[in-house]
């Protein structure tokens, strides 16, 4: 088993690691049917696309949404420490978003200055109200805005957009700012409806504007997430939306909404207790990278509107977890299969090293070698008692070789035989293996918390300019596989090896390296700090290992003749009677 051990750990990272990166761990959802499914919300129809909702001629009645004239808008600015969000009057939507504490590291000219979130000419936060099978966009309506510039500043502030529509008919929508958050409190609702229910269309935009120094990286991130009220989270990529395609995701109702990008996010948060957003479509169109997203919100006959929570902003975890609803989890961390680990896994340890970057005033890349270290000492135990296990396995391996040789034509007594002699000498067949396969998950969830996680992005250390980008000089990749390559040398010293463990000592450290090379310059050196502090302890290790088999040696070697006697008791008999002749001819 040991002896197969490198090899084992090898395949085992190269296929965990290697299949996230080749297949990215984002799974299309399946095309919901052509269902007309009608929610509890006066009659409207949640289940069909919005397109399918006919636009008629509108009868005269007090509630029929008719249109305003369209006219010119005006931008209305809303401006804090954080951010500033930028409003058009014809909508009331949102069409830019300047995140301040993050800058643009897009190539080109757009990288001077913070990162904006709302590509050219689109529209994030776009009304649209359906009434029956009546449909109308309110993007070319000009609202009344009760302020043309807003400051947000020592207390929560709010605009209201208004819009008179014919026959008596308004539309409200009220956004409430904080100065310390990128949340939005959204509220809203046609006015003089009478009992009648509605549905409200939502858009969230075609997708976020790549603000990465790789674009590429960005771009396969794009996505729409969905979160049902099951708790089930599916994103899906925006790119892979056909150009006039129209998709409706399944799984509604949906507690939250999102589009985001690898770092930032555009979400819709239902009321927990309301009736969630009834359906989802992305609409494919000729931009690459894109798709339209438009979200349904049903208001029941009766109410007084609607609520919502709106979030443009970085992916920061506290944020995001303070929403609720487990908005945090909006960008699935590797394969399906291992995400009820990562997830809870990846949020401990992005908490622990956040919480040393501020508890100690340490520089992230500080952070990442004193957790390497730590980790390692903390391990050390599991290190000990596997190394020990692995003594006991090479003291018993004469007695297991002959066990098999003898058994060799029947592998019932020799399971039997085996698992006895490890009884009596205290030995578990996995002992020597468990314990080193604890830091792989470790290793695991980091390469997808580098990979998402907003804290690293864009913070340099040393000669790196990025921890969540790879080293462009290639040297942290060439010193964690450096340190692996003495640790397996020191590790294999006074073990007993065959040619296929020799060979695996020298090239899993190179395979290492080629697939380490182009990850996150954080990981790495998370990895060869760990690497470099456990060299103390694999040469401890290997010194009791040495002296363990040396006083095993000396011990075996110090009476030969007693363990001829204990192994042929008729040799000692004639040794016995030699003995008597000779002192019967000395007595002569």
């Excluded at 040991?2 to 984002?26: K, T, Y």
């Excluded at 069409?95 to 301040?100: D, L």
């Excluded at 908490?351 to 040393?356: K, Q, R």
Aim: with cysteine; net charge neutral; proline share 7%.
């Amino acid at each position: 088993m040991d002896r197969r051990l490198p090899l084992a750990i090898g395949l085992m990272i190269a296929l965990v690691v290697l299949s996230n990166v080749i297949f990215p761990p984002i799974r299309n959802p399946t095309i919901a049917p052509d269902s007309t499914a009608v929610a509890d919300s006066g009659g409207v129809d949640m289940g069909r696309p919005p397109e399918a909702m006919a636009q008629p001629d509108l009868p005269k009645d007090t509630t029929s949404v008719v249109a305003a004239s369209p006219g010119p808008g005006e931008v209305v600015t809303v401006s804090s420490d954080l951010y500033e969000y930028r409003f058009d009057t014809r909508g009331a939507a949102l069409i830019g978003a300047t995140i301040r504490e993050y800058p643009n590291f897009a190539p080109g000219r757009e990288s001077d200055g913070p990162v904006e979130l709302i590509r050219d000419n689109d529209r994030v936060l776009d009304w649209t109200i359906t009434t029956g099978d009546q449909r109308r966009s309110l993007s070319d309506v000009v609202f009344e805005p009760s302020a043309t510039r807003v400051d947000v500043t020592g207390e929560d502030t709010e605009l209201r957009f208004s819009a008179a529509l014919a026959e008596g008919v308004s539309f409200d929508v009220v956004y409430r700012f904080s100065p310390t958050d990128y949340r939005l409190d959204i509220d809203g609702g046609l006015e003089n409806m009478g009992d009648r229910g509605y549905t409200v269309v939502l858009g969230l935009g075609r997708g976020l504007r790549s603000n990465e120094a790789t674009p590429r990286e960005d771009f396969v991130q794009m996505a729409a997430v969905t979160r049902d009220r099951t708790g089930d989270i599916v994103a899906t990529r925006l790119d892979r939306v056909d150009p006039r395609e129209q998709r409706v995701l399944e799984g509604g109702p949906f507690s939250w909404v999102a589009s985001k990008s690898k770092y930032f996010l555009a979400a819709a948060v239902a009321d927990e207790g309301g009736p969630g957003f009834g359906g989802v479509v992305l609409k494919g169109i000729d931009e690459e990278h894109a798709a339209r997203i438009e979200v349904t919100l049903p208001v029941p006959a009766g109410s007084d509107g609607f609520h919502l929570i709106g979030y443009l902003g970085p992916q920061d975890f506290g944020r995001l977890q303070s929403i609720g609803q487990k908005l945090q989890d909006v960008n699935p961390a590797g394969y399906r299969i291992l995400q009820w680990f990562i997830r809870p896994f990846g949020e401990l340890v992005i908490a622990v090293l956040v919480w040393m970057h501020e508890a100690f005033s340490l520089a992230y890349g500080w952070v990442l070698i004193l957790f390497g270290v730590v980790a390692r000492i903390v391990l050390f135990p599991l290190y000990q008692m596997s190394m020990r296990q692995q003594m006991k396995q090479m003291g018993i391996q004469p007695e297991i070789k002959r066990i098999q040789e003898k058994y060799k034509e029947d592998p019932q007594v020799l399971q039997q035989e085996m698992m006895k002699i490890y009884k009596e000498a205290g030995v578990n067949p996995l002992g020597g293996c468990l314990p080193m396969l604890v830091p792989f998950p470790i290793l695991i969830t980091l390469f997808f918390v580098f990979r998402n996680t907003i804290e690293f992005r864009g913070v340099p250390f040393l000669w790196l300019p990025d921890l969540s980008l790879a080293d462009p000089l290639y040297i942290v990749p060439l010193l964690m596989g450096a340190s692996m390559l003495l640790l397996n040398w020191i590790g294999q010293r006074g073990m007993e090896t065959n040619q296929q463990m020799k060979m695996m000592t020298y090239v899993l450290p190179v395979v290492f390296t080629f697939m380490f090379a182009r990850f996150a310059a954080g990981l790495n050196l998370y990895y060869a700090a760990s690497n470099i502090a456990s060299l103390p302890q694999q040469v401890y290790l290997s010194r009791e290992r040495r002296a363990a088999q040396a006083k095993r040696g000396s011990g075996s070697g110090s009476d030969p003749s007693a363990r001829k006697t204990e192994k042929d008791p008729r040799g000692s008999r004639a040794h016995e009677k030699t003995a008597r002749r000779g002192r019967g001819r000395n007595r002569r």
